[in-house]
């Protein structure tokens, strides 16, 4: 199996010709929108398993099953965070000590809050794909530790590498 270096963003493949960036900050819904692997791009949020899977597909690409995914995390020595064994605080885009929502919103944890597309959008939050350039493995693949969960290809939903809050 192949796994992609960067978290994927989208681009919405045009009715007529060509295709155009989609914001990753809003949910695709129909939208005919495919996978890409770019260093630099703000990586999507807000798209279920089923639209990442189908996504993947107009790439010619495929979920990652959890087994591979864990693989291409640890990489070829298996380590616990793929760049070593043990965790380097701020080496990923993870653990941050403040939770965005509590911003926004006044500490009011529940679903329209935790889902609201600006909370990415907050300086100190997401990062754009490779930016922490040493969260990384000898395999070249960045940001499986933070940043945005990964769907992977279980029946069960699975996430995968944690996002810029939880990874602790």
Not at 27 to 46: D, E, H, I, K, W
Not at 146 to 153: A, S, V
Request: net charge negative; charged share 25%; glycine share 10%.
């Amino acid at each position: 199996f192949c796994v992609d270096r960067f978290e994927a963003s989208l681009v919405e493949v045009l009715p007529t010709t060509g295709e155009r960036p989609w914001s990753p900050y809003t949910n695709p819904g129909l939208a005919r929108v495919r996978a890409v692997s770019r260093r630099g791009q703000v990586p999507q949020g807000y798209i279920s398993q089923a639209q990442a899977e189908n996504a993947c597909s107009l790439s010619r690409k495929r979920l990652c099953t959890d087994d591979e995914w864990l693989m291409a995390c640890r990489g070829p020595r298996d380590l616990t965070f793929g760049y070593g064994s043990r965790r380097e605080t701020g080496r990923c885009n993870e653990n941050h000590r403040w939770h965005p929502v509590t911003r926004m919103f006044a500490g009011a944890f529940h679903a329209g809050p935790m889902n609201d597309p600006r909370i990415n959008q907050l300086a100190g939050t997401l990062s754009p794909t490779g930016d922490h350039t040493g969260c990384t493995n000898e395999l070249g693949v960045f940001d499986m530790v933070g940043n945005l969960h990964e769907w992977t290809d279980d029946p069960d939903g699975t996430f995968r590498g944690g996002y810029y809050m939880d990874t602790s």
